[in-house]
Every structure is written in structure tokens, then in C-alpha cells.
């Protein structure tokens, strides 16, 4: 299984980034699939995810900024961070689930990217 983050970079506070997460040797749509992020001295956190059954979850921080979606067809996942704040400034990671749920809960994730940088200016 291979799992590749990109969409990364610098962006001013206020602005957008949309990062895509492609997935080799599984089925996205048969995994739950999550957005989690590590900022700079802080344990990792879930940020967003998204069920088989396509029902979706999200840290109170971030709920009505970011939307994440996925495409089946090409086995790729999304984030969509709108409004984002200095204290979005992480590196975010990718990662697949065998259980259901859509768990923001890193213990329950079996498949992990690198991860992509955010740095978001003030």
C-alpha cells in the first residue's frame, strides 16, 4: 500500500489550500479514510474523516473550514481548508482505516502517508 500526500506549501492566513492524498493497493471507498495533522510541538490529531459509507467527521477546530471528499474513481482523497488560521500550521498526514466508524483516533489507522507541509502566515 502506498499513500501520497501533496498540496502543501506557505499560504497567508485567511486563504485556501486543497490537498489531495493519492492511494495505491487498497480501495479508498472500502476504507475510512483520514486527514491528520501534527503541528509544531503537539501530538498528532484527527482532523477530518470520511467512512465507507461515505459519512463524514470532524475536529471541532476545524468544522465549517475544511471538507473532505473523495474520488473512487481515482482512488484519491481531499482536503479542503478554506479561512485557515496560523494555528492550522501542521504537517498533515493521510491515512487509511480497516474499521468503521471515520475515527479521528490515530491508534485506528493502519496506512500513513509522508505527509505534506501547511504553513500558514499571519
Known amino acids: 500500500v502506498q499513500v501520497v500526500e501533496s498540496g502543501g506549501g506557505l499560504v497567508q492566513a485567511g486563504g485556501s489550500l486543497r490537498l489531495s492524498c493519492t492511494v495505491s493497493?487498497?480501495?479508498?471507498?472500502?476504507?475510512?479514510m483520514g486527514w491528520l495533522r501534527q503541528g509544531p510541538g503537539k501530538e498528532r490529531e484527527g482532523v477530518t474523516a470520511?467512512?465507507?459509507?461515505?459519512?463524514?467527521s470532524y475536529a471541532d477546530s476545524v468544522k465549517g473550514r475544511f471538507t473532505i471528499s473523495q474520488d473512487n474513481a481515482k482512488n484519491t482523497l481531499y482536503l479542503q481548508m478554506n479561512s485557515l488560521k496560523p494555528e492550522d500550521t501542521a504537517m498533515y498526514y493521510c491515512?487509511?482505516?480497516?474499521?468503521?466508524?471515520?475515527?479521528?483516533?490515530?491508534?485506528?489507522?493502519?496506512?500513513w502517508g509522508q505527509g505534506t507541509q501547511v504553513t500558514v502566515a499571519s
Open positions: 493497493g487498497l480501495t479508498v471507498g472500502d476504507y475510512a
Open positions: 470520511i467512512d465507507s459509507d461515505g459519512s463524514t
Open positions: 491515512a487509511a482505516s480497516p474499521f468503521v466508524g471515520g475515527s479521528l483516533m490515530e491508534y485506528e489507522y493502519t496506512y
